[in-house]
């Protein structure tokens, strides 16, 4: 079945540091791929996405590209702050089915100073 | 909007007592789900609705477990008995549609103890 496999964290950096987080997914069909960003004691909120391949998502100095090929939709970003530090969700919504999103496991991010 | 609304924020309770978590959804969105968070399983769905109506309720862990939406603007997740085993944080959140392109909006949380 449709599933997303994101890295495991937790990733520390210092500040100014690039960033990137992998994402990749097995589905059929064409999903939407979104990245969803949990600050601490705060829900969940949409960061960016993407709704068919070679598409770029961006947002707040992140970026992800839906790359087909290689089923994947990995999250960069070239500097980032302490402020970034929060748990990066990948997730993506399925074509077939009457629930459709499937998120990852989550990934933590700590920016250092 | 004041995006989705939950309450209580925080709840401690002793484990046998009834736990009722409460959402209020964004107004217009279609769809309502609950979903909850532990550090060992991750985020997990346990139930969503369509239009008040429950759709999917295979991720409800056992009986205890209970959701009601009476009306567009307010749902309800019960757990009767509570047990230690439920402690984590239960999110709510809502979309104009199930799936496709859209956006999901979640509430803040509510953050469950049971002693």
């Known amino acids: 079945g449709d599933s997303v496999t994101q890295m495991e964290g937790p990733v520390t950096l210092s500040e100014e540091a690039f960033l990137t987080i992998n994402c990749t997914y097995t589905?059929?069909?064409?999903?939407?791929l979104f990245w969803y960003v949990q600050y601490p004691g705060e829900g969940l909120q949409l960061l960016l996405k993407?709704?068919?391949?070679?598409d770029k998502g961006s947002n707040k100095g992140f970026e992800a590209t839906y790359r087909k090929e290689t089923t994947s939709f990995h999250l960069e970003k070239g500097s980032v702050q302490v402020s970034d530090s929060a748990v990066y969700f990948c997730?993506?919504?399925?074509?077939?089915?009457?629930?459709?999103?499937?998120f990852g496991t989550g990934t933590r991010l700590k920016v250092l100073a | 909007d004041a995006g989705v609304i939950q309450s209580p924020r925080h709840e401690v309770t002793e484990m046998g007592q009834e736990v009722t978590l409460r959402c209020k959804p964004i107004?217009?969105?279609?769809?309502l789900f609950w979903y909850r968070q532990t550090m060992m399983r991750g985020l997990e769905l346990l139930i969503y609705?369509?239009?008040?109506?429950?759709?999917?309720d295979s991720g409800m862990p056992e009986d205890r477990f209970s959701a009601k939406m009476p009306n567009a603007s307010f749902s309800t997740l019960k757990i009767q008995p509570s047990e230690p085993r439920d402690s984590a944080v239960y999110f709510c959140?809502?979309?104009?549609?199930?799936?496709?392109?859209?956006?999901?909006?979640f509430g803040p949380g509510t953050r469950l103890t049971v002693l």
């Open positions: 959140a809502s979309s104009l549609t199930s799936g496709g392109t859209d956006t999901q909006y």
């Open positions: 589905a059929t069909g064409y999903p939407s």
């Open positions: 993407a709704t068919k391949a070679d």
């Open positions: 997730a993506l919504t399925r074509t077939s089915g009457t629930y459709k999103y499937i």
């Open positions: 107004s217009g969105h279609d769809y």
């Open positions: 609705f369509n239009n008040n109506v429950p759709i999917d």
